[in-house]
C-alpha cells in the first residue's frame, strides 16, 4: 500500500492534494449544471430573500450598489479585487501555510475543504439569483457596467472573456467570497508576525464584505451564511484533530518493535534479598544475592571487617602433635591428613576473615554497612599466656 503521508514532513503527498482540488471542482461543476436548469426557482429564491431583509430593515445592498456607481474609480477598483483576490489569496495563504506552518496545516487545509463542500451543497440544495441579475429591480451589475476596464466578461461576473461557462451564475447562497476571506483574514491574525500582517488579516474580510455588497453580487445573508459554514467547519475538524491526537496511531507500514522487560531494580538497605546457604551441613551460613555480585562487590566484604573486629585473630604457633587440641579453642580447625591437604594458610595481615563454618547464629537479613574497627589495645592481638616445653599452657 502506497504511503499518504511524507515520512519527512508528515504531509499529505502532492498527488492526494490535486485529487481533492479535482473533486472540489467536478462538484462544483454538478451544482453549475444544476443551477442553470433551475433558473426560475434561483430567482423566487432570491425576491424572497429581498422582502426578508426588507422586513428585519437590512436591506444594505441597493444603497452602497448606487453609492459605488456614484464613484467610478473606485468602482473600477472594487471590481479588480472582486476578480482576482479571491482567487489568489486563499491558495497563496494555503501555500504559505504549507511551508511555514507544517504542523497545522492538515487542519486548516481540511477546514476550507469543509468549508467549500458544505457551501456547495447550499448551491445545489439553494439556487439562489445574485441581486444583480433579480428582474423588477433597481441594481446595477457592476461588474457588467465597467467590464471594459478589466478582463471579465459583461454576463457572467467575474469570469474571464470565453469562461462564462465555467462559473455557477445562482451560487450566492452562502457566499464563498465571504466564507474564505474570513478564513484568510484567521490565518493572516493568527499566524503573523508582525502588527501591519495582523491588521491586513482583519482589513481582507471587511474589504471583501464591502466589495461583494457593493456590486450586487450577494446579499447581507449571504455574507452571514457564508460566515456561519466556516464556524461548523472549523468546530468540526477541530473536533476530529483533537479526538485524533487523544487516540494512538501507527504510521502505515510501520512494524512494532516489542520491548524487553526491564529488570525490577533489587531494593537496597533491609529489603536486599538474602539467603541462607549450608556449609558442609554445620550450620547455616548467611548469604548476599546478587544485587552486590552483580554490581561488582564481595557481598562478605562489609560483613568482613566486622567479624575481623569481633573475632581478632590468635597468635601464630607451630602445632604440637602430641597435644591434643585445646578445650579453651573450640573453633580451631582439625588438622590436616595425608588424604585431606592441609588448605592454604591465610596471611594474618589479610583485611578480612573468612566466616567459620560451623559458626552458629541467625542469619542475617541485610549486610551489615562497614565500620571502622576499634582500635585493638595491645595486649588483645598476642597470647597472655606462654607455652612450656612440654605443650602444656603455664598458667
Given at each position: 500500500?502506497?504511503?499518504?503521508?511524507?515520512?519527512?514532513?508528515?504531509?499529505?503527498?502532492?498527488?492526494?492534494?490535486?485529487?481533492?482540488?479535482?473533486?472540489?471542482y467536478?462538484?462544483?461543476?454538478?451544482?453549475?449544471?444544476?443551477?442553470?436548469?433551475?433558473?426560475?426557482?434561483?430567482?423566487?429564491?432570491?425576491?424572497?430573500?429581498v422582502?426578508?431583509e426588507?422586513?428585519l430593515?437590512?436591506?444594505?445592498?441597493?444603497?452602497?450598489?448606487r453609492?459605488?456607481?456614484?464613484?467610478?474609480?473606485?468602482?473600477?477598483?472594487?471590481?479588480?479585487?472582486?476578480?482576482?483576490?479571491?482567487?489568489?489569496?486563499?491558495?497563496g495563504?494555503?501555500?504559505?501555510?504549507?511551508?511555514?506552518?507544517?504542523?497545522h496545516y492538515?487542519?486548516?487545509?481540511?477546514?476550507?475543504?469543509?468549508?467549500?463542500?458544505?457551501?456547495l451543497?447550499?448551491?445545489?440544495?439553494?439556487p439562489?439569483?445574485?441581486?444583480?441579475?433579480?428582474?423588477?429591480?433597481?441594481?446595477?451589475d457592476?461588474?457588467?457596467?465597467?467590464?471594459?476596464w478589466g478582463?471579465?466578461?459583461g454576463?457572467?461576473?467575474?469570469a474571464?472573456n470565453?469562461?462564462?461557462?465555467?462559473?455557477?451564475?445562482?451560487?450566492?447562497?452562502?457566499?464563498l467570497?465571504c466564507?474564505?476571506?474570513?478564513?484568510?483574514?484567521?490565518l493572516l491574525?493568527?499566524?503573523?508576525?508582525?502588527?501591519v500582517?495582523?491588521?491586513?488579516?482583519?482589513?481582507?474580510?471587511?474589504?471583501?464584505?464591502?466589495?461583494?455588497?457593493?456590486?450586487?453580487?450577494?446579499?447581507l445573508?449571504?455574507?452571514?451564511?457564508?460566515?456561519?459554514?466556516?464556524?461548523?467547519?472549523?468546530?468540526?475538524?477541530?473536533?476530529?484533530?483533537?479526538?485524533?491526537?487523544r487516540v494512538?496511531?501507527?504510521?502505515?507500514?510501520?512494524?512494532p518493535v516489542?520491548?524487553p522487560?526491564?529488570?525490577?531494580a533489587?531494593?537496597?538497605?533491609?529489603?536486599?534479598?538474602?539467603?541462607?546457604?549450608?556449609?558442609?551441613?554445620?550450620?547455616?551460613?548467611?548469604?548476599?544475592?546478587?544485587?552486590?555480585?552483580?554490581?561488582?562487590?564481595?557481598?562478605?566484604?562489609?560483613?568482613?571487617?566486622?567479624?575481623?573486629?569481633?573475632s581478632?585473630?590468635?597468635?601464630?604457633?607451630?602445632?604440637?602433635?602430641?597435644?591434643?587440641?585445646?578445650?579453651?579453642?573450640p573453633?580451631?580447625?582439625?588438622e590436616p591428613?595425608?588424604?585431606?591437604?592441609?588448605?592454604?594458610?591465610?596471611?594474618?595481615?589479610s583485611?578480612r576473615a573468612?566466616?567459620?563454618?560451623?559458626r552458629?547464629?541467625?542469619?542475617a537479613?541485610?549486610?551489615?554497612?562497614?565500620?571502622?574497627?576499634?582500635?585493638a589495645?595491645?595486649?588483645?592481638?598476642?597470647?597472655?599466656?606462654?607455652?612450656?616445653?612440654?605443650?602444656?599452657?603455664?598458667?
Amino acid at each position: 500500500m502506497r504511503r499518504l503521508r511524507n515520512q519527512a514532513t508528515g504531509l499529505p503527498v502532492w498527488w492526494l492534494e490535486l485529487l481533492m482540488l479535482a473533486v472540489l471542482y467536478y462538484s462544483y461543476t454538478g451544482t453549475r449544471s444544476v443551477a442553470d436548469a433551475s433558473a426560475g426557482e434561483a430567482m423566487r429564491m432570491g425576491h424572497d430573500l429581498v422582502r426578508f431583509e426588507t422586513f428585519l430593515h437590512l436591506d444594505i445592498e441597493l444603497s452602497l450598489n448606487r453609492w459605488l456607481q456614484s464613484v467610478p474609480v473606485l468602482a473600477v477598483v472594487c471590481c479588480y479585487y472582486y476578480a482576482t483576490l479571491h482567487f489568489v489569496v486563499t491558495p497563496g495563504l494555503l501555500v504559505w501555510t504549507h511551508r511555514r506552518h507544517t504542523r497545522h496545516y492538515a487542519q486548516i487545509r481540511w477546514t476550507l475543504v469543509v468549508t467549500t463542500l458544505i457551501c456547495l451543497v447550499g448551491f445545489f440544495l439553494f439556487p439562489t439569483a445574485p441581486p444583480r441579475l433579480l428582474t423588477g429591480t433597481s441594481y446595477t451589475d457592476t461588474m457588467s457596467h465597467f467590464a471594459g476596464w478589466g478582463w471579465w466578461t459583461g454576463t457572467a461576473s467575474a469570469a474571464p472573456n470565453g469562461l462564462e461557462g465555467i462559473t455557477n451564475q445562482y451560487a450566492a447562497l452562502p457566499s464563498l467570497h465571504c466564507a474564505w476571506s474570513m478564513w484568510c483574514g484567521f490565518l493572516l491574525v493568527r499566524f503573523g508576525r508582525r502588527p501591519v500582517t495582523r491588521i491586513l488579516g482583519v482589513l481582507y474580510p471587511a474589504a471583501t464584505f464591502f466589495v461583494v455588497m457593493s456590486t450586487a453580487n450577494h446579499y447581507l445573508l449571504d455574507a452571514v451564511a457564508g460566515w456561519m459554514v466556516l464556524g461548523v467547519a472549523a468546530g468540526s475538524v477541530a473536533l476530529v484533530f483533537a479526538w485524533r491526537r487523544r487516540v494512538p496511531t501507527v504510521p502505515v507500514g510501520a512494524v512494532p518493535v516489542p520491548v524487553p522487560p526491564r529488570e525490577s531494580a533489587r531494593p537496597a538497605g533491609s529489603a536486599a534479598p538474602v539467603a541462607v546457604a549450608n556449609a558442609g551441613g554445620s550450620g547455616p551460613v548467611p548469604v548476599v544475592l546478587a544485587a552486590s555480585t552483580a554490581a561488582g562487590r564481595d557481598p562478605t566484604a562489609g560483613s568482613g571487617a566486622v567479624e575481623a573486629a569481633e573475632s581478632p585473630p590468635s597468635p601464630e604457633s607451630p602445632p604440637s602433635p602430641e597435644s591434643p587440641p585445646s578445650p579453651e579453642s573450640p573453633e580451631s580447625p582439625a588438622e590436616p591428613t595425608a588424604a585431606q591437604p592441609a588448605p592454604p594458610a591465610e596471611p594474618a595481615s589479610s583485611a578480612r576473615a573468612a566466616p567459620a563454618p560451623d559458626r552458629q547464629g541467625p542469619p542475617a537479613t541485610a549486610p551489615v554497612p562497614p565500620v571502622p574497627a576499634p582500635a585493638a589495645p595491645e595486649h588483645s592481638l598476642r597470647s597472655d599466656r606462654a607455652i612450656r616445653p612440654d605443650g602444656a599452657r603455664a598458667v
